[in-house]
């Protein structure tokens, strides 16, 4: 059974930082495309960040370069998203997803067959 499991969420100030965790059970990375995503109140649910795990390729939205990172541990079967100098429009619920084929710089959420249940994260002072 395919799980994806984030964690890692939680309150911080602005200018902070957190690292949010998918841990996958059920497959292994292997070949895949993995994204984060993120649903502000309100708002639809976007794209953050791509990895294709294979080759580590990434891609990531504009308002977030320079300040994220994706990267994968495949021994693990973990992939993470480190957010450095948060801001209040980074509030959001975070979550992982998983695509059975190596898309490369995938955001569409069509493309993504299985999604984790989410971790909230709040920037704010």
């Known amino acids: 059974q395919v799980q994806l499991l984030e964690s890692g969420g939680g309150l911080v100030r602005p200018g902070g930082s957190l690292r949010l965790s998918c841990a996958a059970s059920?497959?292994?990375?292997?070949?895949?495309?993995i994204g984060w995503f993120r649903q502000a109140p309100g708002k639809e649910r976007e794209g953050v960040s791509s990895?294709?795990?294979?080759?580590?390729?990434?891609h990531y939205i504009d308002s977030v370069k320079g300040r994220f990172t994706i990267f994968r541990d495949n021994a693990a079967n973990t992939v993470y998203l480190q957010m450095n100098s948060l801001e209040p429009e980074d509030t959001a619920k975070y979550y992982c997803?998983?695509?059975?084929?190596?898309?490369?710089?995938?955001?569409?959420?069509?493309?993504?067959?299985?999604w984790g249940q989410g971790t909230q994260v709040t920037v704010s002072s």
């Open positions: 997803a998983v695509a059975k084929s190596s898309y490369p710089d995938s955001l569409d959420q069509g493309h993504y067959d299985y």
């Open positions: 059920g497959f292994r990375l292997g070949y895949l495309t």
């Open positions: 990895i294709r795990t294979g080759d580590g390729r990434t």
